[in-house]
């Protein structure tokens, strides 16, 4: 099971430019042409990377002469999503799409000082681990900020594979050593800053990573001790409604291999990876669209996403969170309230308190004993002013299930899991949690959903926001500006640790009506028991 999610909220449209805004950056396997617009320099597409179908990433190709990096590489093959009735955003067309895709965009400050080498922010694109783009975030308004503040940073988004093409699962992967394709891009670009964001005037030494949705579950992982040393190629992490999640074995996914198998007629080939590796494009593709996406019933219980493999996803998160397996870094880590609205629009059609409890059996918790199962339908009871969009009474009842649906697939995903993840690491190093209720009586049946704290965090919407953001990408503390920063965040951040004035922990809270700290003990006992059932499973 996983979650994921998340559309794209902004898409990035190149200005035009002159040649006199041409700058150049000379690398090991090739010299870029990027353009500068005000006081961002960006350079576009720039390959990272190489990697045929089913392939791990290789080194870039030798290239030759002036390469054009003025707009963005193509995205990633993309798998069709079911977009149902009242989806806030629609499916993403993106200009052109490529199995050749491994490439990154860098958004750097056009003014800089030789002798100073800037801090740099790895963004993680979200999108369920079936869609997105690095052109999917509007970047350059937070280099931008970060000038405006005397807090000048460095901005990398890398593309990675999604779907089957970045997560094929079953035996055959693992034995090939394919596993988790995507998470090995990411990792690769990470690899990549390493070598080459010094010539673009960044500081290796001084790397935040972050992500929303599918892109914070990614850096969740990444921050994880496994085969690949992935945390230990930054020193802070930013998770944006998408903690480390529970995961299946590689081996589960064998039924979802055979599939691709005998849709492409490569049952009888003696080696069927190979087969699917040479494939025709149009025709893999179709078989995986065919495939559930996290629009369809199936909703957060994905069929392509991470799994364990004991590499790159050593052990379950529970286990490597229990066991202390993870980098002691710095942690911003945050949800919003009504996590599970959105996913919760494909299950209009579960209308009774019985289909409520067979979807949650069979669907996400198929080891759940009957005990169980009315333990939890005693948590998350047939009672809409109970359910999400939570504190909105009778209101927002789409079917009669939809808000007690939100509530428990919310916790499921995101709720439990970051507060599991933050009482375990913030035992050993400094980790910060939010909380977004903006928007509630705007939204409707969504309420503060999956990701729509993104402008908190990416425009001055909520100036607090963004500026302890660029904080802690410059000093790893989200109340501590750089030395010669401008910033005046008014707003104090208590350590999710520190005790609150109505509980033990801390959440900064953000509220349509201002800011303000409350704690995370909200519905203790039903995350209590979620993390106790994934405990159990390992």
Known sequence: ????????????????????????????????????????TQFLGVPFGQAARFSV??????????????????????????????????????????EDCLT??????????????LPVFVWIYGGGFQVGNSRDYDLPPVVERSISRGEPIIVVTPNYRVS?????????AGAAGISNLGLRDQIFALKWVQKHISAFGGDPARVVIGGVSAGSISTSFLFLNNKQNSNTLFQGAFLQSGPAIHVSQLSDGQSDYDGLVAANNCRAARNTLHCLRH????????????????????SLNIVWGPRIDGD?????????????????????AGMCDDEGTLFSLSTLNITTDGEFLDYVHFNYLPETSQDQMAQLARLYPDDPTQGSPFDTGTD?????????????QGDLVITSPRRFLLEKISSTQDAWGWLNKMGKSAKGPLGASHASDTPIWFTLAVPEGIDSLLNFINTLDPNRPAKDSTSNVSIPWPKWNTPSAAG??????????????TADEFRSEAVGILNDLRLSEP
Request: aromatic share 12%.
């Open 1 to 40: 099971m996983i979650s994921l999610l998340f559309l794209p909220l902004y898409v990035l449209l190149c200005p035009d430019f002159t040649a006199a805004d041409s700058p150049t950056v000379a690398l090991a396997y090739g010299t870029f042409q990027g353009f500068a617009r005000g006081s961002v």
């Open 57 to 98: 990433p290789q080194e870039p190709a030798l290239l030759h002469g002036l390469q054009n990096a003025t707009s963005f590489g193509p995205a990633c093959p993309q798998q069709a999503l079911d977009i149902p009735s009242g989806f806030p955003v629609a499916s993403n067309t993106y200009p052109s799409i490529s």
């Open 104 to 117: 990154l965009d860098v958004f750097k400050p056009t003014v800089e000082n030789p002798k100073v080498k």
């Open 164 to 172: 089957a093409f970045g997560f094929l699962a079953g035996k055959e």
């Open 279 to 298: 494939a025709p494009f149009d025709t893999f593709m179709a078989s995986v669209n065919n495939t559930p996406n996290f629009l369809s019933y199936r």
């Open 312 to 332: 790159v996803v050593q052990h379950d998160p529970w286990v490597s969170l229990s066991g202390g397996l993870y980098a002691k870094v710095p942690v911003l």
């Open 396 to 408: 927002n009842q789409l079917t009669p299930e939809y808000k007690r649906l939100a509530a428990f």
């Open 504 to 517: 033990p922990s801390s959440l900064l809270t953000f509220w349509d009506t201002g800011i303000n700290v």
